[in-house]
């Protein structure tokens, strides 16, 4: 696939698992669809399929309750099982850029989930975004996969695999078509309260994000209920329009504006200038 794609293309991406990849995407899918964006997504996860499983949850509740709720069209791409690294590689790239192609062509936007490890799917998927964004709990343990840091100074010492490999998927996508990735990292699951920890993630987050060449966007809170929308396939942008027998709290309201706070953050071109009410 040459020159530029119609859609804009967002990946999530993390070498580390747990990090709130699928879960920031549905959010995004469903928070961009009620802004009025035709909305596609892509699982190259194909062996934990999260992303799909939201997805499926989402429309089979939608027809247990007989409510209608913007589900996105979505796509897996297998693994091959091709015998060699280059058939394997060209059968895999020939799924992905079809899928792409198809939904680029009916959407405005392609999210695009991708798993907690390394592998060809994942850096040609990296390739393609417009966006890219990079949840990480706010840990030193989630950090190390970007950077290796010095645990007296906590100064940052170098990139790490990760950030790495953003760089040459970088290079890769000014080659194919001159464009450019914005490259934001999100930092997930943040406690209310302040801590040593929370204060030191900061510090070495910023100093990184000049290194490296990211932004750096708030993230989701540590709550629950985010892990508890999933069966029903339901976000927190949800919860207002549909009987999930669910009472709203404070904490829901909260949340609801996490969500928008990242949607406004990404400073989406489509979005550009539009008052974001969900």
């Known amino acids: ?121 994942a850096r040609l998927a990296h390739s393609f975004a417009d966006t890219l964004i990079t949840p990480i709990n706010d840990s030193f343990i989630d950090l190390d996969v970007l950077a290796r840091v010095d645990p007296e100074t906590l100064k940052v010492l170098g990139p790490s695999v990760y950030a790495e490999m953003v760089w040459n998927e970088k290079k890769t996508r ?8 914005d490259w934001v990292v999100m930092r997930n699951r943040l406690s209310s309260t302040e801590s040593r920890n929370k204060r030191d993630m900061s510090r070495v987050v910023e100093q990184l994000s000049r290194r490296v060449g990211f932004r750096v966007a708030p993230g989701f809170g540590d709550r629950v209920i985010y892990r508890e929308l999933f069966l029903r396939g339901l976000t927190m942008l949800d919860l207002r329009d549909v009987d999930a027998n669910i009472s709203l709290s404070m904490s829901h309201i909260a949340a609801r504006h996490e969500v928008r706070g990242l949607i406004e953050a990404l400073r989406l071109p489509m979005l550009d200038g539009r008052d974001l009410i969900l």
Do not use: C
């Open 1 to 121: 696939m040459g020159g530029q794609i119609p859609a804009h293309i967002i990946v999530l991406g993390n070498e580390k698992g747990g990090s709130g990849k699928s879960t920031t995407a549905m959010h995004l899918a469903v928070g961009l669809m009620k802004l009025g964006q035709k909305v596609g997504v892509i699982d190259i996860d194909s062996r934990q399929r999260t992303i799909s499983r939201y997805i499926e949850n989402r429309a089979a509740f939608a027809r247990e309750q007989q409510a209608w709720m913007p589900v996105p069209e979505s796509a897996v791409i297998p693994r091959s099982d091709k015998p060699s690294r280059a058939e394997m590689e060209a059968d895999e790239r020939e799924a992905f850029v079809g899928a792409l192609a198809r939904l680029a062509r009916d959407n405005d936007v392609v999210i695009i989930d991708s798993p907690g490890s390394d592998h060809f799917l």
């Open 174 to 181: 000014a080659i194919r078509d001159r464009g450019t990735i």
